[in-house]
């Protein structure tokens, strides 16, 4: 595969650290701008749980196993990565933040902005928690408001909204530890829902008012877009994982049963399942087989999925944005693919929602594979990797460009070899005790000198005790 790592047109990698998988995503920019997956790494994830890390080798080994993956598809050391970061730690606040212009009516600058910003990260925050991202949303200039990219514009006072999301930093120190184990370097550590929503959200949606909600393996994510910026965010620690636990205990089977009978056969509604609908399953260790209906399989999921969409709602509700999506729910993730899962979200929040798919920025000639709802986190990665790399100023990008990329194969390297002249054949005892680097000589006649120099020996044909 020809790949061509250059300053205009990086490599990006996205490492999703989630809790059922380790997701590698090696993409660059193809002529059209579309995105060209180059390879996509995987593992299976044993050290997360509920989106944290909680055993660091084994995340770091199946860091490493992903990383492997992505490498002998595309070729290339893998060395900087970007990382999400999930988990119940995750909260947000609003902060308001007044910049006075040094010199009346002047130009407001991108770095008149970079200094907001840096105020806010000095915020005082909780023992333990760390800012993650600091989010601008509405600017004001002088008095005038609803202003969402002040950049050209003249003034003397300027004010923002902020929206920050903290997080603890054992939390993010454990990730980081785990990437540096796996010989990578973190560029940076980017909250999952928000790279969820940039693969799978459309402008409009975000204008006109959208709720994401991204359901993984330990943690069901929410993203809360009004007028194209971003209102709320909140991590539930409930998702697909307890749902296989709730089968597991439910119906008297083993995790890997559960886990199957969930994704083949798994609904979120019991009335649309059959009552005479029965799946036959193995015993455990020998005993008899167990039948399971469809409708109590169901029944199951159904009443956990109703409990985490009842927290998804009442966080709609504590934003203030109850009343103002009018593009309703979107919902992602492996989740997302129960059957009937649409319905009983409509059902449950009274808000029309759709499943996403990362799809309306991929080239055509990735595989299909890429474009299930479970890679959403890990494409967004990718996605806002791009926009990070497009801000960096020349300096910036040139600590980014070339070294950090080198092709894991190189040409093979011309040997010279010189023949050495031939030796000559040892005469005596000592010649032949000598270590001869190369020796092609008679291997006959040199055996002859020898054995006719130990019968003179007078070891031999003396006494052995003298």
Request: with cysteine.
């Amino acid at each position: 595969m020809a790949i061509n790592h250059t300053k205009e047109n990086p490599i990006i990698v996205g490492l999703d650290i989630g809790t059922t998988k380790i997701a590698c995503i090696v993409s660059q920019r193809d002529q059209y701008g579309k995105l060209k997956i180059l390879a996509l790494g995987k593992a299976p994830s044993l050290g997360v749980t509920h989106g944290e890390v909680r055993n660091i080798k084994h995340t770091t080994d199946a860091i490493i196993a992903a990383i492997a993956d992505a490498e002998k598809q595309c070729g290339y050391k893998i060395n900087v990565v970007y990382v999400g970061i999930a988990g119940q730690h995750i909260a947000s606040t609003q902060s308001r933040g007044i910049y006075t212009l040094p010199i009346a009516n002047e130009e407001i600058t991108r770095e008149h902005i970079k200094i907001m910003l840096d105020e806010m990260h000095r915020l005082a925050l909780n023992p333990g928690e760390r800012i993650i991202h600091v989010l601008p949303q509405e600017f004001t200039i002088d008095n005038m408001h609803g202003i969402k990219d002040p950049i050209g514009m003249c003034g003397s006072r300027l004010e923002a909204n902020f929206h920050i999301i903290t997080g603890k930093i054992t939390a993010a120190q454990n990730i980081k530890n785990c990437v540096e184990r796996a010989n990578a370097q973190m560029l940076g550590l980017i909250l999952e829902p928000l790279a969820s929503s940039a693969s799978v959200l459309h402008e409009e949606e975000m204008e006109a008012g959208v709720v994401l909600v991204d359901i993984g393996g330990g943690t069901t994510d929410v993203a809360i877009f009004k007028d194209g910026i971003i209102r709320h965010t909140a991590v539930i620690p409930f998702a697909g994982n307890i749902i296989t636990s709730d089968i597991m205990d439910g119906c008297k089977m083993l995790r890997n049963q559960a886990e199957k009978l969930k994704v083949q056969f798994g609904s979120a509604l019991p009335n649309e399942m059959h009552e005479n609908e029965i799946v036959s399953i193995p015993g455990i260790a020998g005993h008899n087989k167990k039948e399971i209906s469809m409708r109590t399989l169901a029944s199951i999921i159904n009443a956990r999925m109703e409990e985490i969409f009842a927290q998804v709602y009442f966080e709609i509700k504590s934003s203030g944005y109850a009343n103002q999506l009018n593009a309703g729910i979107v919902i992602t993730g492996g989740g997302s693919q129960l059957k009937h899962l649409k319905q009983m979200v409509e059902f449950t929040t009274g808000l029309s929602t759709r499943v996403g798919y990362p799809t309306s920025f991929l080239a055509s000639s990735n595989r299909d594979e890429l474009k299930n709802p479970m890679y959403a986190t890990g494409l967004g990665l990718v996605l806002e990797g791009f926009k990070q790399y497009n801000s960096f100023d020349e300096t910036e990008k040139m600590k980014f460009y070339p070294e950090l990329f080198e092709p894991i194969t190189t040409e093979p390297k011309t040997v010279e070899v010189v023949l050495e002249e031939e030796p000559e054949m040892p005469t005596t005892k000592e010649d032949i005790e000598k270590p001869l680097p190369s020796r092609r000589g008679n291997i006959l006649k040199e055996m002859a000198v020898a054995f006719e120099n130990w019968f003179k020996d007078d070891r031999v044909n003396g006494d052995f005790e003298k």
